[in-house]
């Protein structure tokens, strides 16, 4: 079991920070280019994974939670083999 220190809040600011920091730590000498791009198609994937089963796979749902059209979200699952 791990413990956790009940005044420190596990946020998903924090998680990026500490998951990039692990990142550039790894980098063994490699220039990272396009991070913003790099980041974004890293993360894009699983948020709409989540939502997706988190709404029984409903399209209209899962558009409204993430903020997008349902017309993006086809699309985005139709990039990610999806659909």
Do not use: C, W
């Not at 790894?26 to 994974?49: A, R, S, T, Y």
Request: cysteine-free.
């Amino acid at each position: 079991m791990t413990y956790q220190n009940p005044e420190k809040k596990v946020t998903l600011k924090n998680n990026v920070a500490q998951i990039m920091t692990h990142y550039f730590n790894n980098l063994n000498g490699e220039e990272p280019q396009n991070l913003h791009d790099f980041f974004l198609e890293e993360v894009e994937e699983p948020i709409i994974e989540v939502v997706m089963k988190n709404t029984n796979n409903n399209q209209s749902e899962t558009a409204r939670i993430l903020g997008i059209s349902r017309g993006t979200l086809r699309a985005m699952l139709k990039k990610y083999g999806m659909l």
